[in-house]
């Protein structure tokens, strides 16, 4: 089974804080992925990586950054957490054989 | 304008009631579309990928279908473990592998 595991199921920060969420696949996946989902809005794409140190920005990439050290490992940065920030994070793995995408458990991170 | 677009956005079923969600598309090129099962509190599961118009796809009680313009999801003679959100979401040519846009999403709630 894929696992796609992320470090916090649930964060508090306090505004203006860098915060770091992780995520790691166990399945050598080129693709990963970063979402925010807020009520209403559905899923929207922060970030994305398609190989190790590569990068792409997603719909909604401002406030965010990321890391791709290893292929294993995908990490969102919120370089100065805001209160709009404030929301469900989910990282997921893309299977380029079977085309299908895995989704971790979610960080409900809340910014006050 | 891509756009991807779920209705009803909730929808309240009795035990054995089948139905049908829609997911309605506006995209310059579709590669595939998806159907997720959400969980509260959970990450979104994989149930299909659809390719052409008129493909269709079954699990269990549910069943996808797609045409040029939109897909269904039909539940049939659903049990209250069908109770979850059900996202859509599409893959478009001009995009990278793996990118998804998503739809807002379908609460359904069945109850006994």
């Known amino acids: 089974d894929v696992k796609v595991t992320q470090s916090s199921r649930y964060l508090v920060k306090r505004t203006g804080e860098k915060v770091f969420l992780e995520c790691v696949q166990d399945m050598d996946h080129e693709n990963m992925f970063w979402y925010r989902q807020d009520p209403g809005l559905g899923l929207r794409l922060i970030y994305f990586s398609y190989d190790v140190k590569m990068k792409e920005k997603g719909d909604i990439p401002e406030g965010y950054s990321v890391s791709r050290e290893k292929k294993e490992r995908f990490s969102l940065i919120l370089e100065s957490a805001s209160t709009n920030q404030t929301s469900m994070y989910l990282c997921?793995?893309?299977?380029?054989?079977?085309?299908?995408?895995?989704f971790g458990p979610g960080t409900r991170l809340t910014v006050t | 304008e891509d756009q991807v677009t779920q209705s009803p956005e909730a929808l309240r079923l009795q035990e054995g009631e089948s139905s049908s969600l829609n997911c309605s598309y506006t995209v310059s090129g579709l590669r595939g579309l998806f159907w997720y099962r959400q969980d509260p509190g959970k990450g979104p599961e994989f149930l299909f990928t659809l390719y052409s118009a008129g493909e269709e796809k079954e699990k269990e009680r549910l069943k996808a279908t797609l045409t040029k313009k939109e897909s269904f999801l039909h539940i049939t003679a659903p049990k209250p473990e069908d109770s979850a959100t059900y996202l859509c979401?599409?893959?478009?040519?001009?995009?990278?592998?793996?990118?998804?846009?998503f739809g807002a999403g379908t609460q359904v709630v069945v109850t006994p």
């Open positions: 997921a793995s893309f299977d380029r054989t079977s085309y299908e995408q895995y």
């Open positions: 979401a599409v893959s478009m040519t001009t995009d990278s592998w793996g990118k998804l846009q």
